[in-house]
């Protein structure tokens, strides 16, 4: 295994699940943070993921114009690091030189900015039904 996939092997377990069959890694940083009272995270991790070319036969003819600004998804906590993906998704002009932005992924829960399965697990370890985000209120604030 060369060292690419290894890294892709790792990730596949601590991103969100086949995230990476829609993102590629970029980078990763981490942030020193002055921990808060009652606060448990001593670092913040940043990792940058942006949209591979995804694009089927049918949308061939658009053409590259960059990536969106970030999306920002809180997901689960590493090793005492509070975790943060950056999500860019690409543009693409058509024909007639509108931008179009293909494949909503389901990126975060609806109504958070937490990845579904870290919004999930709060709400479960809360007592709230896990498929109801509406309910999630203080819980995920930031």
Not at 37 to 46: I, Q, T, Y
Not at 69 to 82: Q, Y
Request: proline fraction near 5%.
């Amino acid at each position: 295994m060369d060292t690419n996939n290894n890294f892709e092997f790792l990730a596949s377990y601590i991103l969100p699940e086949s995230i990476l069959d829609w993102f590629e890694y970029v980078k990763v940083i981490e942030e020193a943070v002055e921990p808060k009272k009652d606060e448990l995270f001593k670092s913040r991790l940043h990792i940058y993921l942006d949209e591979r070319d995804n694009r089927t036969s049918e949308h061939l003819f658009l053409t590259p114009n960059g990536f969106t600004e970030p999306t920002e998804v809180a997901d689960f906590p590493i090793r005492d690091c509070k975790v943060m993906l950056h999500i860019r998704r690409r543009r693409w002009k058509d024909e007639a030189g509108h931008n179009v932005i293909l494949n909503i992924y389901p990126i975060a829960a609806e109504g958070t900015r937490y990845s579904e399965e870290f919004a999930a697990f709060l709400k479960g370890s809360a007592g709230y039904d896990s498929g109801d985000f509406e309910t999630l209120g203080p819980i995920l604030s930031d």
